[in-house]
């Protein structure tokens, strides 16, 4: 097979710049980045690793609840990558079993059938503390019992991600979803910061959007948040909008978990890449207004927010550059979810996934599995 490669002004390679180089893959996989040498124009811009979302509830007007189908799949896949979103784990809201059970066999045949993208699935809830239910509806939301492992652990292609409220379940319960291959998150939670540690001991290793839906960094009671921070081997979602953490609160995460800890994750709702502006979420309309999407009580209802924008939010407004908000958006979530392997840099061995960005950061080209799709 021969080698085919993609040359830009810079590619960004194990934290540093490169200048006029060159990602040369084979059968989707780099097998050299290198200064270009060759004579063809060089793609104006910076080439960077593909961005890996753990947390897209929708996108292109179509929302994962309200169709758990392959074709559902196909258009927020679609919508996301515009956005420079490779890879992503599609989100099912909490729902009734019988949907979270719809859901993982759509996605389990849309990876069969190579639907691009698709790593596999993340269940927000329905395990979660109605203290904290957030726009999550209280009616679907129960208490996790060995009962559920089964269907929590059905997937058969990819990995699975359960956002649970560690404090509702106890330490057999998580030892036999961790047995079975689930990664676990704690969110929408009211846990102490002590029963958020042992839920860490007991594996629980991430955060669901830190900060929001959880008992929040006090002086004499440090929380979920705090237990995030004092928790090494952990990572963090974070929301990085404007809206949903108040930059000051985002910043000071980032500087304490560091970009290796913290994934940049959009919670985005069908209005990314779409039109229209108004979706339908357990029966009420959410509005999507200013980058916004809310409720008519104002109570946030996911994200507006692509991945483009996290990144430049973070970069921009942040001030962490584009090289730390790049890790936080593209390796730490691949190692998070243990697919570091593959994704997350633009290295050999690693798969051809990776997003051209202009001086602005907008997207101007998407690759994946070395083939362009944008």
Request: hydrophobic content about 45%; glycine content about 10%.
């Amino acid at each position: 097979m021969s080698i085919n490669q993609i040359a830009a002004e810079q590619v960004l390679v194990a934290g540093q710049f490169l200048e006029a180089a060159a990602v040369r893959f084979q059968e989707g996989r780099i097998v050299e980045v290198s200064p270009t040498g060759a004579s063809g124009d060089l793609f104006e811009g910076t080439l960077v690793p593909g961005f890996f979302d753990v947390q897209v509830n929708g996108g292109g007007g179509a929302l994962f609840n309200d169709d758990p189908s392959v074709d559902t799949l196909k258009i927020i896949s679609d919508a996301h990558r515009k956005f420079g979103t490779s890879r992503m784990l599609p989100t099912l809201i909490s729902d009734d079993l019988e949907k979270v059970e719809a859901s993982i066999k759509a996605v389990d045949t849309a990876i069969t059938e190579g639907v691009p993208g698709i790593m596999g699935i993340h269940l927000e809830g329905p395990f979660l503390n109605t203290a904290k239910k957030g726009v999550h509806d209280a009616k679907k939301l129960q208490k996790i019992t060995l009962s559920h492992v089964p269907l929590l652990s059905s997937l058969k292609n990819g990995r699975t991600l359960l956002t649970l409220a560690p404090e509702l379940a106890d330490g057999e319960v998580v030892q036999a979803l961790l047995d079975a291959g689930v990664i676990l998150s704690a969110g929408h939670t009211a846990a102490t910061y002590e029963q958020m540690k042992q839920a860490v001991d007991w594996g629980v290793s991430g955060f669901t959007h830190l900060f929001n839906a959880m008992t929040g960094f006090e002086s004499r009671a440090p929380g979920v948040v705090g237990a995030a921070f004092d928790s090494p081997d952990t990572f963090a979602g974070v929301i990085a909008d404007g809206h949903h953490v108040h930059p000051a609160s985002l910043k000071h995460a980032i500087q304490t978990m560091g970009p290796a800890r913290t994934m940049l994750v959009t919670d985005a709702m069908p209005t990314v890449g779409a039109v229209d502006e108004r979706f339908e979420l357990y029966g009420e309309t959410i509005v999507a207004e200013g980058g916004r999407c809310a409720t008519k009580e104002g109570v946030l209802a996911g994200s507006d927010l692509d991945m483009a924008s996290a990144v430049r939010y973070a970069a921009e407004t942040l001030g962490f550059g584009i090289m730390h908000a790049v890790e936080m958006a593209s390796r730490t979530p691949a190692r998070f979810m243990g697919f570091d392997a593959d994704f997350g840099t633009l290295a050999p061995g690693q798969r051809a996934d990776m997003v051209l960005l202009d001086k602005n950061l907008n997207v101007s080209a998407v690759w994946v599995d070395g083939n362009r799709l944008i």
